[in-house]
């Protein structure tokens, strides 16, 4: 069902005083809906490219005033070097999440939909515009709608068949390595105190032996003090990041490099505390090859 807003609607819209009265009142207003956005993506929204967050906290901005924005999606997206099509895609989740309610203007000369307007559900002039557009009368479709089409969105069913996938794949190496009993005493020794620590949380420790197993068979001094580390920074991560596995493996390649940068310098530290003598350079003669 579409809703059209008419022009002398969005004039009279226009009209209305800036719910904030200052650029610090704006700001506010901008990151509370900011936020209301960043609850829905979750940690999706920090796996957006830097130039889609830009154009959605710029959304958020132009939004802040009245509670509504009506740029095109093109000026948007060369605002911000993206597709016009990236917008639409947002938007259009937005939308599915009951943030902001889509309204189009009507195309010139004709009765057919011109640009979107989109307004925002949580700025305190939606009540406003919901009068003024009549949308109420709309809610009973949109309630309709939305319990019709209630299957999950198609970008997070298939970010849950890649997870299913991954877990499948993790499971079946668990048990490979398992069965096959590959691990060394010390990977067993490590993937025992993942298991153990009542700190993690408990998808590291569903795949323990996994990742013990990016472990070196035979681990040194300086390998367990890079572990202890990754088994620290473990307990305030959930394993979100797709594969544990590659992720435990990229931390501890990490750790490994900054414990053998520390080594080095304390070794340094202790060459130029340790008094050493100041070496006696002799000069070399000078010899004049034209006196020859």
Known sequence: MTIFIESEQLKQMLSYKPLAENHAGQQKIKLQLLESIKEFF????????????????????????????????????????????????????????????????????????GKPVYLFTKHKYFS???????????????????????????YKRAEEDKKNSTNTYLNKLRDLIINKKVLSADQKKASEMIK????????????????????????KTRDWEAFFEVLESMKNNVARYGNPMKY??????????????????KAFEEFLNSGYEEISIKPVPFYNWLEE
């Open 42 to 113: 979750a940690d999706k929204f920090y796996r957006l490219k830097k130039a889609t967050r830009e154009a959605i906290d710029f959304i958020a901005w132009l939004s802040s005033e009245r509670g509504f924005i009506f740029a095109s999606q093109l000026y948007l997206a060369e605002r911000h070097g993206i597709t016009d099509r990236t917008i639409r895609n947002i938007m259009k989740q937005l939308e599915g999440a009951g943030l902001v309610v889509k309204v189009h203007r009507r195309a010139k000369g004709t009765n057919a939909k």
């Open 196 to 219: 153990s620590n009542k700190l993690i949380f408990s998808e590291w420790k569903d795949h323990a032996e996994v990742c013990a197993a990016s472990l070196p068979k035979k681990m």
């Open 128 to 154: 406003y515009w919901k009068e003024l557009l009549n949308l109420s009368e709309c809610e009973d479709f949109h309630e309709d709608f939305h319990e019709e089409n209630k299957e999950t969105p198609y």
């Open 248 to 265: 435990f493996e990229t931390c501890f390649s990490n750790a490994v490099k900054k414990v053998n940068s520390r080594a080095k310098l």
